[in-house]
């Protein structure tokens, strides 16, 4: 295996970039499926960094545990979740609006 | 990983696959896409077909191959957790495999007809699509359930199932009842998986009599834990294998409708008539049994075959006496069904579990015929299901009244027929029990002999109400006519392989000998596969003998019984030298009331069970809820805090909060400062996770990152 794949930072870094996409996606798109989708960016980009620490980890130490594979599977059954409930959101107010962009629903304005 | 094992593993996926074709594109197929389900079915076939010739290459009892795998190693945490998941392929799954595939394609087939209309169109639009969707999917489950090797994957497909039945039950969905009936089957069998589920929990994490945890739901390490005594403690007082072993049973008891919670079944047959042939034959109800034949070491090691085989003998008697009453031609044959899958269950309870099986096999077969006859007799009629508004069809549909009457004999027991064969074995098996073995289990062989004769009454009621006799209503009458190729194909396969032949290799069942075997080398070759050496029948060692000595007055018996039966129903029905008036008005009216309510059964589970039990419950809690908590607590609360607010509001609130803060500090003050922070108020949810975002660098910076 070469050294790149031995190296924690090499993950850390394409997860960064993966959770500036995802922010970037969630600040700025004007569709609210682009704002989910920027959102499991976000999600997947932490999900990398558990997995990556425990694959590094698992290598490294005599008896390692699972605690990082468990937690990214937890963080994809919540991301599966989160989908299922804001594509129902979205279909409520594409039904009710006729639209998604999300500076539409902005009725609890103070 | 053999041949063998690759082609189970391919058994289930083709219709899985199908499912999925199906789901999504079914619709913009050609032909909605049966082909789809029917083609993918046919390949299960040929791959199951491979693996049973297979068997007979092999012909060896001892015959096993298996395969399996490490799902889950979570050997770090505290408690290990390991999952091991496979294939195993025996006799027993190979016989089943091919069962299931066949009836399967053939019951795929028959609904290409069955769900069109008289013009060849697709009944219900779209749904055409999904109804084959839900078939392949159905069956997938019942072909994972057979290939398992443990009970983690086999519970898993047997909920698939039962979310199948449900789907396919209520088909009709524009029907209440069909709504309603398919809500049952699937929360009355929920009842029963309850305890299946916990009977697996308890094996998986109980710490056995040698202090470990079984920690494996592999039917190998199983059986091995039962051989060696592993066993052999107690769960609050109660042997263990007897209470886990129960507990598993009380999912066979749900899912093959078993006393007492048999009242799924009937209802379910709202769904259309090829899924009842499915339900009834090779899938559902087959599932329970096949459950207990592979479990039955852990019965037999908690020595609950005794409760087992009652539960079996009573739920045969009291169903084959509600069928005498039916007068839907689908009710009846789902009573019959109930009373069958009482025998197999009976039989396992008797420690013949080879015998349960092959009645499992064989009926399905002829259920499978019976079924999708009545299909073709209903589709002829235009969905007339009242057996007492038909009558002389057999001139219009020769070809479907000559394989219901050959299924109608099998099921009968008449010899030459596959169910005399399994019948025969199993009543044999009742009287070397009840009689010869343990005189005080005498209601075992009673109410085994007792349904065979009830069987052959009500079976020849139904073909002579149908069949025979004058026209009731003559505009459907006139109107029926022989069903198209693709439906009546099936009926003939299936009322061949009713044919008792094929399963003894002997026209006679080897009565005259050796010499009268048909197949050199596979003689009895059924029962000779089947018979599992390392299964212990529970039973001393003059069970054999007794068995034998049983043989001839058991076969006489049933044989004597099927004939009164049947003789009884012709001269009823057919020769109508009895009045069947007459004959009702023999009976107390109470008993006809009892049965013409299902013996109350739904009546306690919904008016007492329900209504009286659960509802008042519920009622409690929310009264409680409303009372207690809401009224008591919330509201005492309440007026503590108003009587403070009475007192403060005086003093506090008009002097000081009016006068000073609100006028003063609240007036001029918050009125500057809303209409500047309103602006960040502003509803626009990205402006908000902005300022998340922003908050999140801040603290990041100021923390020194």
Same mark, same amino acid.
């Given at each position: ?110 | ?90 006799? !027993? ?55 398992? &090797? ?5 519970? !898993? ?223 002829? !009629?235009?969905?007339?299901? &009242? ?164 043989? !001839? ?109 609100? &006028? ?42």
């Amino acid at each position: 295996m070469s050294g790149l794949a031995n190296n924690l930072s090499f993950y850390l870094v394409v997860s960064a970039i993966m959770f500036v996409f995802g922010i970037v996606a969630a600040l700025s798109r004007k569709n609210m499926i682009g704002i989910f989708m920027g959102v499991e960016l976000i999600l997947n980009a932490a999900a990398l960094n558990f997995v990556a620490v425990k694959l590094l980890q698992t290598k490294a130490a005599a008896s390692p545990t699972q605690d990082g594979a468990i937690f990214s599977l937890f963080i994809i059954v919540m991301a599966a979740i989160e989908a299922a409930v804001a594509l129902a959101i979205v279909l409520r107010v594409f039904g009710v609006k006729r639209s998604i962009d999300p500076d539409g629903m902005a009725r609890l304005r103070g | 990983m053999t041949t063998n094992i690759s082609l189970a593993l391919l058994i289930p996926l083709f219709p899985l696959l199908a499912y999925f074709v199906q789901v999504f594109v079914g619709k913009r197929l050609p032909r909605m896409g049966d082909w789809v389900s029917l083609g993918a079915i046919f390949l299960s076939f040929v791959a199951a077909s491979r693996i049973f010739l297979s068997m007979f290459n092999h012909f060896d009892p001892a015959w096993v191959e298996t395969w399996h795998f490490t799902w889950f190693d979570l050997a770090s945490l505290k408690t290990p957790f390991k999952l091991e998941i496979g294939v195993r392929i025996d006799n !027993m799954s190979s016989i089943m495999l091919f069962m299931v595939t066949l009836c399967s394609t053939l019951i795929h087939l028959f609904s290409t007809g069955y769900m069109r209309n008289h013009h060849g169109e697709p009944e219900d639009g779209y749904r055409y699509a999904s109804f084959f969707a839900y078939l392949s999917l159905f069956t997938s489950a019942m072909l994972g359930l057979i290939i398992s &090797d443990n009970l983690f994957t086999l519970f !898993m497909s047997w909920e698939l199932m039962g979310l199948c039945s449900y789907l396919l039950i209520g088909f009709y969905r524009h029907k209440i009842s069909a709504a309603n009936a398919s809500l049952k089957a699937f929360m009355t069998t929920r009842v029963g998986d309850m305890g299946l589920f916990t009977g697996m929990l308890m094996l998986f994490t109980l710490p056995l009599a040698n202090g470990q945890v079984l920690g494996s739901f592999r039917f190998d390490d199983i059986y091995a834990a039962i051989q060696s005594g592993q066993f052999n403690f107690t769960i609050g007082g109660f042997h263990a294998a007897a209470v886990i072993g129960l507990l598993i049973f009380c999912g066979t008891v749900g899912k093959s409708a078993q006393f007492p919670l048999q009242v799924w079944l009937p209802d379910a047959m709202e769904g259309p008539t090829p899924v009842s042939a499915l339900i009834h034959a090779a899938t559902m109800v087959a599932a329970g049994v096949y459950l207990i034949l592979r479990m039955f070491p852990l019965l037999e090691a908690g020595g609950v075959l005794t409760i087992v085989a009652y539960v079996g003998a009573f739920t045969a008697l009291f169903a084959a006496i509600l069928a005498i009453k039916q007068n839907d031609i689908k009710k009846i044959l789902a009573y019959s069904t109930l009373s069958q899958l009482g025998y197999m269950v009976m039989a396992v309870g008797l420690g013949a579990y080879q015998a349960s099986f092959m009645h499992l096999i064989t009926h399905a077969l002829f259920k499978a015929c019976l079924f999708m006859s009545s299909g073709a007799v209903i589709y002829a !009629m235009h969905h007339e299901q &009242d057996i007492r508004h038909m009558g002389g069809l057999r001139k219009k549909i020769p070809i479907t009244f000559a394989c219901m009457f050959i299924a109608t004999l099998a099921i009968s027991g008449v010899p030459m027929f596959s169910g005399f064969v399994s019948k025969d074995k199993i009543l044999v098996a009742a009287y070397a029990f009840g009689i010869l073995d343990h005189s005080q289990h005498f209601f075992i062989p009673l109410a085994g002999f007792l349904t065979a004769g009830l069987t052959a009454f009500y079976m020849f009621r139904l073909i002579f109400k149908t069949f025979f006799g004058e026209p009731h209503d003559h505009h459907h009458y006139e109107e029926a006519h022989e069903v198209s190729f693709n439906m009546f194909v099936p009926l003939v396969v299936l009322a061949g392989l009713s044919l008792s032949v094929l399963f003894t290799g002997s026209l006679t069942g080897g009565l005259l000998g050796e010499g009268d075997f048909i197949f050199k080398g596979a003689n009895n070759w059924f029962e000779t596969l089947v018979t599992n050496a390392s299964f212990s029948t529970g039973h001393g060692e003059a069970w054999h003998e007794h068995l034998h000595h049983a043989h !001839m007055p058991g076969m006489i018996l049933s044989l004597l019984v099927a004939s009164i039966g049947i003789t009884f129903s012709y001269l009823v029905f057919g020769a109508k030298k009895i009045s069947a008036d007459k004959l009702a008005g023999l009976w107390p009216s109470f008993v006809h009331k009892a049965i013409d309510n299902l013996y109350f059964f739904d009546w306690f589970y919904i008016k007492i069970l329900i209504q009286k039990v659960f509802m008042p419950f519920s009622s409690f809690c929310a009264v409680f809820d409303d009372k207690v908590i809401d009224q008591g607590a919330v509201d005492g609360v309440k007026n503590v805090t108003q009587a403070t607010k009475d007192v403060a509001g005086i003093l506090i609130d008009d002097v000081l909060i009016d006068g000073l803060l609100v &006028d003063g500090v609240g007036g001029a003050m918050p009125l500057a400062l809303g209409s500047t922070l309103r602006t960040l108020q502003n509803g626009r949810v990205q402006r908000y996770l902005l300022v998340a975002v922003a908050a999140l660098v801040v603290v990041l910076i100021w923390r020194g990152f």
